[in-house]
């Protein structure tokens, strides 16, 4: 079985933001306008986190793409009292949208708060019509959501490489940030693959994870910059 | 038996979805709304790709666009592209909801309000187009083409040439271009004598040093800028560039860069000239070049023998670091370490914008700090800087001028009459004054395309005014922004996923280049191509303007200009990327990398491949590019001493008559030193000290040009890295914001002597003391339900100050007072 993960060279990454709206595109995340957004309910699977470090003059920004760390240990799991979340034999840590109760303790319990609760439904303008993602559902209100991995494309993914009666290859499977990303920051992979970039790249002296003394193994691995 | 397609699906879902659901108990369809159901639910769904060019900024870059059954879902980039690159930005990616936009004009309209009122009436094409050629046709009649006026926004299309092709066919000089993010050419033409808009090469440079400019999130091209920066630092060891940048904000782009260095708003100049002193004094600069190609660099004898100064002298005697450190706040030990890495680099390059270009003294600040790359010898052959040149479209017709054009033609355009600036060229600010006062004449019909000041500009209110006066305006947009409706007619565009155009020359690209913008959808409404429009306008106006623009349509017109790329077969079609030396090696043996044997093959190939590009650009030669009296680079300019002369009128200047022009043009320098780049303090109307604060604003990537507000992703995800989202707010450094007791997170009152802006504080170390900034982008009071009403808009509170010798507006002219407001008097 792969077990998916990422690693995010911070090196290459600029905080352009593209991959966070890729993300909304892609896995039909609605707008939830400037009410709610002022109550701090802005859903963004993806998320760049900023920190200024220093004071002025002396001051270096930095930017820290956010997307779910699919931890191989997930807090969120273990409190879910309806098991509406789960990690599946492929590492990815799934959500069941019918089954959610939207309890949020989820929420509370992920340490990164890459979790999101539907507070409003999901609206789109009538004009928009049919134009969002077919490949994912849109979640209904009162559900907890994020980052899915894009776990939608592995499941294309993997109908394709069935047709073509071939194993799953490098590449047949990323997720859209990073698959869109300007500065090629962002590779996907199977970590237990050797010849995976990813599990390459992780072995890197630069890489971390964040929060590591949690014991929760985050999937996703950073690159730090170099000074 | 029937069975509707609902029941289908609810069927179809519950098979698929039981291997993980039905096990536990669940229907797979219970929670999800139905609206949402319909929606995203049936359909064969066959995926297609389309690639076009995004039409959001004058980026220019290549997009995909993924299609369900023919609805277009996603943008993504052309991986082809040789400008992007396959990268998008946020604003690209949020394209798709300016299709969608439930606000765009569906149909065109007729004001039945007031002026501004937003009253509206829907009228037939037929009926509109009579209009508004009736009104034309009574100004050609009157002998007065000349009082059109056309109004447009980013320039680098083809489409674009046809309303220039237009104006010049019916007989006006008064199209005026109102981009915000074409680079100024007045101080390349003050040391060079030409205002071609120059390119980088920075494949082989070490080094880097950007005077202000936010190529990260303002671009042009904002994302070509991301990946170059990125590239810079992972070139690997040794080969990566250092990249030093100045401003007072730490910006994106200053963060991504190796060194900052903060200097006070509108000290740029002196920084620059600061460096200078140090590269000269260690010797570190290009003899060869100086020597050979430049003139002015050491004092010089005059043709009636008197001596004078030289910029070597002046640098030495006047901007040694101390004096610069003072001016600027940047330590003179920093001065002196980036000046000595910029004087040991193999190749460096200097590269100026935003703020430096955006103050009442920016043409003297860029002239500055261009005499860094001359100092480096970058304005001859080492490939550095060049003049890309167009590709190679086949010339259309000559235009034919009958005699009321010529008329029209030959009176003086709007701001050739305005005699307190210099180079009119990107006065666009400046329109106001004349036309307010019917200066030289009352404009009568005006049209409107993607050109937004009462926005946009700082001097708004002006542009308001003065679309009050004009008899009849047109607005050929496609959303009802703040200058559209103020239009009697709006005559509504596709949205650019539906039209055919073609984009080139992407500004400060080495290569030439250009981008097939084609329809991914039919027109969703009853819209029409502004192109067609016009086409349409000069048939029905018949003689001279007719045959002068023969094309049916649009597609035709641009296909005609195709037509010559095809011809000297130049260049090749975006293809996979190739190891450029082997893509030289074919195309010099004579080979092709696409296959196509007609013009019309060579057209869908472009089409699918979205573009073409020429990546073997021939070097540029400056010795003959440059047309100063000296035919060398100027440092001392004489291009400047003939203007004086051009705009007397006469061959002889006396000192009395030349220094009346440097105050009229609001120079402080007088003699020798007013045609030498030096340092000026900018103009700041600070009431006695009234006014503590200096206001500048910045503009984010999620919307570079202000109009991505009617699109409701992009306002969501306005101040991403802040988390200010659908929301203005204040930048200011912590010790600033303690010493005006003001803390994060409070609402702050912004007051200038021209108004007050409410907004909430975000305590940011990366902001110089005494500056603050406001985001540009929001506080729409048109343009639709998201944009309308959200946030502030700062050019509302700026001073109108401006540099008197480019007409552009300064920016950082502004002093404010920022005082924490009260909670409930907010709300």
Known sequence: MAKWGMVIDLNKCTGCGECVTACKVELNVPVVGPEESAKGRTLLCMDILSTYEGEFPDVKMRTLPRPCFHCEHPPCIKVCPVRATYINDEGIVAQIYPQCIGCRYCQVACPYTVKYFNWTKPEWPEERGAALNPDVSVRPEGVVEKCTFCVHRLQKAKEQVAVEGRELREGDYVPACVESCPTKAMYFGDLDNPKHMVSQLKKSHRAFRLMEDLGTEPKVYYLSEVE | ?827
């Open chain 2, 1 to 827: 038996m029937e069975i509707s397609r609902r029941e289908f699906l609810k069927y179809l879902g519950i098979t698929t979805a039981g291997v993980s659901l039905t096990g536990l108990g669940c229907d797979s369809m219970w929670s999800v709304p139905d609206e949402v159901f319909e929606k995203i639910g049936g359909a064969p769904r066959i995926e297609t790709w389309e690639t076009s060019v995004c039409g959001l900024c004058s980026g220019g870059c290549g997009i995909k666009v993924r299609l369900i059954d023919d609805i277009p879902v996603r943008i993504l980039g052309n991986p082809l592209h040789a400008v992007n690159r396959g990268g998008v930005c946020p604003m690209a990616e949020a394209g798709i909801e300016a299709l969608y936009n439930p606000d765009r004009i569906r149909q065109p309209l007729q004001r039945i309000g007031e002026r501004g009122e937003d009253k509206w009436q829907e009228i037939s094409w037929d009926e509109a187009m009579q209009t508004v050629v009736s009104r034309l046709q009574g100004l050609r009649e009157k002998n007065a083409a000349h009082k059109l006026a056309f109004f447009t926004g980013q320039d680098n299309n083809l489409s674009s040439r046809l309303n220039e092709r237009f104006m010049q066919a019916f007989g006006s000089p008064n199209l005026f271009v109102f981009d915000q993010s074409k680079p100024s050419t007045v101080a390349t033409y003050l040391t060079q004598g030409h205002k071609s808009a120059l390119a980088y090469n920075f494949k082989d440079i070490e080094m880097l040093i950007n005077f202000g400019a936010d190529f990260l999130d303002e671009g042009p091209s904002p994302i070509r800028f991301n990946q170059l920066y990125s590239e810079f630092r992972n070139r690997g060891e040794g080969r990566n560039v250092k990249v030093v940048h100045v401003d007072s904000r730490l910006s994106r782009t200053a963060s991504n860069s190796n060194q900052w260095l903060p200097a006070k708003p509108g000290t740029m100049a002196a920084l620059a000239l600061g460096i200078a002193n140090v590269v000269i004094k260690d010797g570190n600069y290009d003899k060869r070049y100086i020597k050979t190609h430049s003139f002015g660099f050491d004092d010089w004898r005059d043709p009636s023998g008197n001596s004078r100064i030289g910029f070597k002298a002046l640098v030495e005697d006047n901007y040694y670091p101390e004096k610069v450190a003072k001016i600027t706040g940047v330590p003179a030990r920093r001065i002196v370490e980036v000046a000595r890495e910029f004087g040991a680099a193999k190749s460096a390059l200097v590269l100026a914008g935003g703020q430096a270009i955006n103050s009442s003294n920016g043409v003297y600040t860029l002239w500055a700090i261009e005499c860094l790359n001359a100092l480096k010898g970058n304005y001859a052959d080492n490939g550095v800087i060049s003049v890309p040149k167009a590709p190679p479209f086949r010339e259309p017709p000559k235009i034919n001028v009958d005699r009321v054009a010529a008329n029209g033609l030959k009176r003086p355009d709007l701001l050739q009459s305005i005699s307190d600036i210099c180079f009119a060229d990107d006065a666009v600010a400046f329109l106001p004054k004349t036309m307010l006062e019917n200066q030289p004449y009352q404009i009568q019909v005006l049209f409107l395309a993607n050109a937004n000041p009462v926005f946009n500009a700082v001097n708004q209110s002006d542009f308001a005014a003065v679309l009050e006066e004009i008899p009849f305006i047109v607005s050929f947009s496609s959303s009802l922004d703040e200058t559209s409706v103020y239009a009697d007619l709006v005559l509504p565009d596709h949205v650019y996923l539906e039209k055919h155009d073609v984009a080139y020359s992407v500004p400060m690209v080495d290569f030439s280049h250009f981008g097939m913008q084609q329809p991914v959808v039919a027109p969703l409404y009853n819209t029409r191509h502004t192109g067609d429009v016009i086409l349409q306008i000069a048939q029905s106006l018949g003689g001279t303007v007719a045959s002068s623009l023969p094309w049916a349509d649009t597609k035709t017109y641009l296909d005609d200009h195709l037509r010559g790329v095809y011809e000297t077969g130049a260049g090749t079609i975006f293809s996979e990327r190739m190891d450029e030396d082997w893509l030289k090696f074919l195309k010099e043996r004579g080979w092709q990398v696409f296959e196509y044997s007609t013009f019309d093959e060579f057209r869908q190939v472009l089409l699918d491949k979205g573009g073409w590009w020429n990546p073997f650009p021939d070097p540029t030669d400056f010795r003959r590019l440059v047309k100063t009296p000296s035919k060398k680079y100027e440092f001392y300019s004489q291009v400047f001493e003939e203007e004086i002369k051009r705009h007397l009128q006469t061959t002889k200047v006396s000192k009395d008559e030349e220094n009346a022009v440097l105050q009229k043009w609001k120079v402080e320098a007088r003699g020798d030193l007013a045609f030498l780049p030096h340092y000026e303090a900018q103009k700041l109307r600070d009431n006695e000290g009234r006014f503590p604060l200096q206001l500048l604003p910045f503009k984010l990537i999620t919307n570079i040009t202000g109009e991505g507000s009617n699109l409701p992703m992009l306002q969501e995800l306005f101040g991403l890295l802040t988390r200010n989202y659908w929301q203005s707010w204040v930048e200011i450094n912590p010790e600033t914001a303690h010493d005006h007791k003001i803390s994060e997170g409070d609402m702050v009152r912004i007051i200038s002597p021209k108004g007050s802006l409410e907004v909430v504080a975000r305590l940011i170390p990366g902001i110089m003391p005494g500056v603050v900034y406001v985001p540009f982008g929001l506080g729409h009071k048109a343009n639709g339900r998201y944009a309308k009403g959200i946030g502030v808009n700062p050019y509302e509170i700026f001073l109108e100050e401006f540099d008197h010798l480019s007409g552009m507006s300064s920016l950082t002219s502004t002093k404010v007072i920022v005082e924490k407001g009260n909670r409930k008097e907010m709300a």
